[in-house]
């Protein structure tokens, strides 16, 4: 059988001043099919950073429509362009390619968003959103494939009724670091990497250094990452009384994202979910350990709670926890050694191969039917 055509199907690519760490998952997976010979496309938003069209590392991208015109440049490129195979990215609203594609669909879903369509979107609306993922979306795709990239997520997905024999894990792999000049800060400090929006609970983060500031008189937070909840960040710092205390330093490039990261004590991710936590892993590739939510999807699993990191169970706990790192050099220092050792099983080729495994399989098996 030749390689397959394979169009996957996404709200947004990491040019896009959105994108994040599923649109690098997404995109990685391309490029790993694209070298192996796949014909690849990724349809998603057109936003001011890029072309319409364009090709990046073998990988064709098409960018039509906006945030919710997306979806119907999604169908109608499945209706015009002919895959063999569409991969839907279900960032908690489907496709709904499953209506007009004629040929297998796999669903990619990181994690499901129970928590965030509130928090997006209000009570209301938020409501309809869960409705369309929680119930519609699994009976739509009830033929499907699924993957997904944590067993958290698998676990949550067969909640939602989808049959756990019909979904793979395929983690995610992890970027080489680049080597960097900083030296561990003498000063406790924290960093959080992220997009500033809502569910990212960027807050929390403030609030622990506002909680532990008596005590750690030279505490501060470094956050890396731009969006549209920047003013209320800033905000929340001067009433919290720590904004000489709290660097939001926007957007940076990679360099600097990770010179910050290696000269932090800890890294703080106290998002509502993730599918994986990315930063996490490259953090601990740093050697910095992460403080985290037990409740927060894949997050669970990239940091080996009491290994490479701590999860808390609620706001108050977390505060302990980052407390008790602060407190120990070395703990901090045996888990930051653990990390580096759990982020070098990582790697993006180990992902293209269960990835294309699943492809494969789902091409063959419609070839067969």
């Known amino acids: 059988m030749s390689c397959p055509k394979v169009l996957l199907v996404n709200w947004r690519d990491t040019r896009h001043p959105e994108g994040g760490g599923s649109e690098r998952y997404v995109e990685r997976m391309a490029e790993g099919l694209a070298r192996r010979g796949y014909d690849v496309t990724i349809q998603c938003a057109a936003h001011a950073n890029a072309p319409r069209d364009e090709m990046v590392a073998g990988v064709r991208f098409r960018r039509r429509g906006g945030r919710f015109s997306v979806y119907g440049w999604a169908l109608l490129a499945i209706m015009t362009t002919r895959p063999d195979v569409v991969v839907d990215v279900q960032n908690g609203m489907p496709f709904f390619s499953r209506l007009v594609a004629r040929c297998p669909v796999l669903v990619l879903v990181h994690h499901v968003h129970r928590e965030q369509w509130r928090a997006v979107l209000g009570p209301a609306l938020g409501r309809i959103g869960w409705f369309i993922e929680s119930w519609l979306a699994p009976r739509l795709y009830r033929k499907c494939r699924y993957l997904t990239v944590s067993e958290v997520t698998r676990a949550e997905l067969v909640r939602l009724g989808v049959a756990a024999s019909r979904i793979t894990v395929v983690h995610n792999g992890l970027d080489p670091v680049p080597r960097t000049r900083a030296a561990q800060d003498p000063d406790p400090t924290l960093v959080l990497v992220g997009r500033l929006v809502p569910h ?121 926890k980052v407390e008790s790192l602060l407190d120990s050099a070395s703990l901090r220092t045996e888990m930051g050694a653990a990390g580096r050792a759990w982020a070098a099983e990582f790697d993006w080729e180990r992902s293209v191969d269960a990835f294309e495994t699943a492809v494969f399989d789902v091409v063959s098996a419609s070839s067969r039917s």
């Open 200 to 320: 990212k609970r960027v807050e929390h983060a403030i609030d622990a250094v506002a909680r532990l500031a008596t005590r750690w008189p030279k505490l501060r937070l470094e956050v890396v990452g731009q969006g549209w909840w920047l003013r209320t960040l800033r905000e929340h710092a001067e009433l919290r009384d720590v904004q000489d205390r709290v660097t939001l330093h926007g957007w940076v490039d990679e360099q600097d994202k990770h010179e910050i990261i290696a000269r932090s004590w800890l890294h703080l991710c106290p998002s509502v979910k993730e599918g994986w936590g990315v930063v996490i892993m490259e953090a601990a590739a740093h050697g910095v350990p992460s403080v985290a939510y037990r409740a927060a999807g894949g997050v669970a699993e990239s940091i080996v709670d009491g290994t490479t990191g701590l999860l808390a169970t609620d706001f108050d706990d977390f505060v302990r």
